[in-house]
């Protein structure tokens, strides 16, 4: 234990919690303690177990064994009301909001005894001054972005005067430099005596954060370290249990004709609360891996759909979209495809994979171009031999080919995914995500593959809001936000800070614009 | 306190089961049934069950009646796999026999080979006509097919109703609303000796193989699937909703007026005012109790057949009312859903204290 927290009670005690599932064992003997004033991380891969172990913490699941202490007292946590009513706060990776609602009236949801809707937004008034998470209560949520939704979600725990505050990968959706904000606000926090409970597998992050860190890997503790003391390999070492694997990318060579190629995409979204696309233009050459960063809902989906023909343009608008020279915006995704493009969605059940179909049938989805269907039939052997190869390169661990799509965990339906988009040779490939939610070794095994897809001379175009990983694997870099691109930029001649800072909205070029509402946050203030 | 919550993993066994299940509760509450109003049980089972297909004349009429069931089913469930609801059979099979019975009207002097297989395809272009306003008004203006589907079923049998009333009503029939006699070309011929099995039967038959292709082996059948059970897939793979439309209207118009048009030129031999007692909507409930499935579709169809008969057979020997038939249909669905729903949901009792909410997983 550390210096700080020898000899105090613990705030929190977990003996020997286990939860099993009928598939998995998702916690197995697990031990904790968190002291007050601790900021203490708890660390591992997809899949590790930390979801299931807050979400017992806050009694949204119930353990199959194990106890539970609150200040030394044991305590049975059935529902999420009973802990926030014990001072457990939980700030959720998914926020649950109303679009059409103010601030103080989605606050207000949450409140559990009645209350007064003045009072309370002088109270939200208050306590975002306090912590340094400005707010206007009266904002319409649909109005903000993810960064001041997430305060919303702070700042609601925070009324309820939490002694233990729960943030689950809280920097995922942020820019570098609102996630220094945020780690302001947490050592604020912290010092008043609240203890914190930090979820994630970003290294960096804990070792500059966090007090203490309890480590899973398989649902169980493989470690308790103090993340100030190790390096990233050694905590890497603990969650993954062996070196964390780095990608070799050598600079790209020559560029190769123009793959795909955007030029003046304008599009108003079909979602009241979605972004417009504002004059994109955008070149991808063969042989390099371009790279478009930014928070989630500044236009990336919007540009995905029109980009991968799941919501052509109009006919008039087809000249926007080239792919191999030919204009493709009014094609439709099959279209697109037969030209030479494969895209790998963010999502991957019910879009990228039908969930109750066999991993064989969902080659056949995209795949079937390999000469797969004969007169109108399908050739079985071959779908099962392309489906075969893919399980194989890919390492994709699973029940073989007849497994159906959502019995794979994330990581593995994802390497299949990418597998089948990669197998059919395509000239330009889009990825979305193309690791999120994949464990370090597989993500490390997409992204090589991507690099020697590109050396290969494909175009590659990868949307992602993970800036580590686009400055390992792109050639070339560029910022979206507020549905507008920043000048593309090599990825050698920038760094971290600045696309963060384009990435609220502040690029060169765009001085006179307005900055847009939607990207607001990240600014210093 | 009751609470209905989904299950972990729907176990694949019962799905196949419970149609098997909804039918031995079909009978146990036809045996209570029976027996709360008077009579023997054994009695009234055998007359709804046994009596009717005791012969091979019965045998026959299990196959007259299970032919245009089958027929319909398998186009159905083509569409249905896909989200298409088409609730137009019985309209579409009225269209089917309007076409083909009136191809058989137009050369009722003819006698050529030409003219039954010219009146099977009219009876499939019709089907297919009827089939094509739903998919028409769904594919350019978004309608529901459900209504626009079920509502046209009144409107084709009120143009039959209308043809066979004055245009084609027969010149020697005594002013009955009934159309001329068809000829023996226009017959489809009995296939099996002593019954009125007829060539629909083979029909039939014939479209259970095709769906089985179709659902199982061909490309279109799989991009149809993919978008019944997930759109966005459909969508990201670019699968062309509107063709699955047209595609899953059109077989199951084409496979209904093709069962019209074998209702008219086998068992009947005439137009009449109505032409089917309801055929179009029972195959809905045998595409279901079929699992989507052509072979499930053919057990399916022999069971509904079966019931159609008990129906008639109890109306004779136990003087029941013609409502039987459609009260063991209700029954049958009502019982089909529920073990279905039980396939996904269980039930799971609540109780406030602590402890007792921790449903043990089925498997």
Redesign the interface.
């Known amino acids: 234990m550390n210096e700080e927290t020898k000899g105090l009670q613990p705030r929190l005690e977990l003996r020997g919690i286990t939860k099993i599932y009928p598939t998995v064992v998702a916690n197995e003997d697990v031990n904790l303690k968190v002291y007050p004033g601790e900021i203490h991380a708890v660390l591992g891969e997809n899949g590790a177990g930390k979801s299931t172990l807050m979400k017992i913490i806050y009694g949204v699941i119930k353990p199959d064994r194990g106890q539970v202490l609150w200040e030394g007292r044991e305590v049975q946590v059935t529902r999420p009301a009973e802990a926030r009513r014990l001072g457990v706060g939980m700030v959720f990776q998914h926020f649950s909001l109303f679009e059409t609602l103010t601030v103080a009236q989605n606050i207000a949801l949450g409140v559990d005894e009645p209350f007064d809707l003045d009072r309370l937004s002088k109270r939200i008034g208050e306590v975002s001054r306090r912590y340094g998470l400005p707010l206007d209560p009266q904002r319409l949520v649909h109005s903000l972005s993810v960064g001041e939704r997430q305060r919303v979600e702070i700042v609601r725990c925070l009324l309820q005067e939490p002694r233990l505050l729960i943030m689950d990968e809280p920097t995922s959706v942020l820019t570098p430099q609102a996630v220094k904000k945020l780690f302001e606000t947490l050592r604020r926090l912290a010092e008043e005596g609240c203890s914190i409970l930090y979820i994630s597998h970003k290294l960096e992050e804990i070792r500059e954060l966090c007090h203490n860190a309890t480590v899973m890997r398989g649902g169980r503790v493989t470690a308790d370290a103090d993340p100030r003391q190790e390096t990233a390999s050694s905590l890497a070492r603990m969650m993954i249990g062996r070196e964390l694997p780095v990608c070799e990318h050598s600079v790209s060579t020559a560029a190769g004709p123009v793959r795909l190629l955007i030029s003046g995409l304008n599009r108003k979204s079909d979602d009241p609360f979605g972004t417009d696309l504002k004059d994109i233009h955008l070149e991808v050459r063969g042989g390099e891996i371009v790279g478009i960063a930014g928070i989630s809902g500044n236009g990336q989906q919007e540009l995905l759909v029109a980009l991968s023909g799941e919501k052509p343009l109009d006919k008039r608008d087809s000249a926007a979209i080239k792919i191999d020279g030919v204009e493709a915006g009014h094609l439709n995704a099959a279209a697109r495809r037969d030209l030479g493009l494969t895209f790998v969605p963010e999502e991957r059940l019910g879009r990228g994979a039908v969930p109750p179909m066999s991993l064989s049938e969902n080659t056949l989805l995209t795949g079937h171009r390999g000469g797969m269907v004969r007169f109108g039939l399908i050739k079985e052997r071959k779908v099962r031999d392309f489906a075969e190869q893919c399980l194989r390169d890919f390492d994709v661990r699973c029940g073989g080919v007849q497994a159906a799509a959502k019995s794979l965990s994330g990581g593995n339906l994802q390497k299949f995914i990418v597998g089948r988009e990669i197998l059919q040779k395509p000239k330009v490939l889009i990825a979305a995500q193309p690791t999120w939610g994949v464990d370090v070794g597989a993500a490390a095994a997409i992204r090589q593959e991507l690099i020697e897809l590109r050396n290969s001379g494909l175009a590659v175009l990868v949307v992602s809001e993970e800036l580590e990983e686009l400055f390992e694997i792109c050639d070339r870099i560029v910022v979206i936000a507020g549905g507008r691109l920043s000048p593309v930029t090599a990825a050698a001649d920038t760094n971290m800070e600045e696309i963060g800072l384009w990435m609220s909205g502040l690029f060169p070029g765009d001085g006179e614009r307005e900055r847009s509402d939607a990207v607001a946050d990240a600014s210093s203030r | 306190m009751i609470r209905i919550e989904p299950r972990?993993?729907p176990s694949r066994l019962m799905s196949y089961l419970s149609p098997l299940i909804a039918v031995a509760l079909t009978l146990v509450t036809g045996i209570i049934f029976s027996g709360l109003v008077g009579m023997n049980p054994l009695d009234a089972f055998h007359a709804f069950f046994i009596a009717p297909i005791d012969d091979l004349y019965g045998l026959g009429e299990l196959g007259v009646k299970a032919a245009p069931l089958m027929l319909i089913a398998v186009g159905l469930a083509i569409g249905f796999r896909s989200n298409v609801w088409n609730i137009g059979a019985e309209g579409q099979l009225t269209a089917g026999a309007i076409v083909g019975g009136g191809l058989a009207l137009l050369f009722y002097q003819v006698d050529g080979v030409w003219v039954l297989p010219l009146m099977v395809l009219g009876g499939a272009v019709g089907g297919m006509a009827w089939a094509s306003i739903p998919a028409l008004l769904k594919t350019r203006f978004n309608t529901n097919e459900i209504l626009v589907s079920l509502m046209l079923n009144y409107v084709a049998i009120f143009l039959l109703s209308y043809l066979v009333h004055d245009p084609w009503r027969d010149p020697d029939g005594f002013n009955f609303p009934e159309s001329r006699l068809f000829s023996d070309a226009a017959m489809l011929p009995v296939v099996l000796e002593d019954t009125r099995l007829h060539l629909g039967s083979v029909f039939a038959l014939i479209a259970v193989v095709l769906g089985w292709?179709f659902v199982r082996?061909?490309?279109?059948g799989?991009q149809m699937?993919?978008a019944g059970?997930?759109d966005?897939?459909a969508?990201?793979?670019?699968?062309?909703r509107r063709r699955m439309v047209w595609i899953g209207l059109l077989v199951g118009g084409a496979m209904a007026g093709i069962a019209g048009l074998c209702e008219v030129a086998g068992p009947i031999g005439q137009l009449l005012p109505s032409v089917s007692p309801g055929y179009g909507y029972a195959a809905i409930i045998v595409a279901f109790v079929g699992r989507l499935h052509p072979v499930g579709i053919l057990l399916a169809s022999l069971l509904m057949s079966l019931l159609y008969l008990g129906g008639e057979s109890a109306q004779m020997e136990l003087g029941l009312p013609s409502a039987i038939t459609g009260v063991f249909q209700g029954v049958l669905l009502f019982y089909l859903l529920a073990a279905d729903m039980f396939i996904n949901f269980r039930l799971h009792v609540v109780t406030p204290t602590?402890?007792a909410?921790?449903g043990k997983?089925a498997?």
Do not use: D, I
């Not at chain 2, 082996?217 to 279109?220: N, T």
């Not at chain 2, 969508?235 to 062309?240: D, E, I, P, Q, S």
């Open positions: 972990p993993q292709v082996k061909s490309f279109v799989f699937q993919v059970l997930a966005s897939a969508l990201y793979a670019g699968f062309r602590v402890g909410a921790s997983a498997s």
